[in-house]
């Protein structure tokens, strides 16, 4: 039988040690968090593979679990320190709520597939408040936010999400086409925001930012 204890301590030593994650923090967390819990069922044994995991598809939305050290790195770049007050949005089953719970923030995980959403909230518990609603939209009411984690490409600036933030709060996201993109972080300063590309990542689109069609002549 699986050890998976070991298998997360290799995944923190061997995948995300060697990808430039160095906070102590985001690696005890991911340490610490059962991976295996947030997988689809039977798929248990590939949870620390370094591979993104599909985790299902509605309405042409595919949700995935990205891969460790994809992962890891945004996270980290989001700087979640505890009493943070941090968004995920397209949770899919929560694992990435569960992370930034462990680091000590206050999570609200935004999920809008049902099915999906009901496997977080029982595997999420009292670690987050699940919300069901449209990933482009974000949970205004329960703004601002320090920290927003998208897990899911996105091809067009979401405004309505770093409109969430709190000042000198972050968003990550990975950004971009198909081709090309890239891990990107925002900052939020007053009205404005920087923003920055942290390193090349592929994810599945999220289609509520893909951009709108050109016209065809």
């Known amino acids: 039988m699986l050890d998976f204890a070991q298998a997360r301590r290799l995944m923190v030593d061997c995948q995300l040690r060697t990808f430039d994650v160095n906070d102590n923090a985001v690696l005890d ?91 977080a909230r029982e595997r999420l518990g009292d670690q987050a408040t ?30 309505a999400l770093l409109d969430q933030l709190a000042d000198e709060g972050r968003l990550v996201c990975v950004l971009g086409p198909e081709r090309g993109a890239k891990a990107t972080l925002f900052v939020r300063a007053g009205n404005a925001f920087g923003s920055r590309p942290l390193f090349d990542a592929a994810l599945p689109p999220l289609k509520a930012f893909a951009p709108a069609p050109g016209f065809a002549f």
């Open 29 to 119: 967390a991911f340490d610490s968090v059962p991976r295996e819990r947030f997988m689809p069922q039977g798929r248990e044994g590939f949870a620390y593979i370094d591979q993104t995991i599909r985790l299902g598809e509605a309405e042409g939305d595919v949700r995935v679990m990205p891969a460790p050290m994809v992962l890891a790195r945004m996270i980290q770049a989001l700087q979640v320190r505890p009493g943070s007050r941090a968004l995920d949005v397209a949770t899919g089953h929560g694992y990435g709520a569960a992370i930034l719970a462990r680091l000590g923030a206050r999570v609200v995980a935004l999920e809008p597939v049902a099915a999906l959403a009901a496997v």
């Open 130 to 159: 699940l919300i069901e609603g449209a990933v482009e939209t974000g949970a205004a009411a329960e703004a601002p936010f320090d920290a927003i984690l998208v897990e899911g490409r996105v091809e067009t600036r979401p405004q």
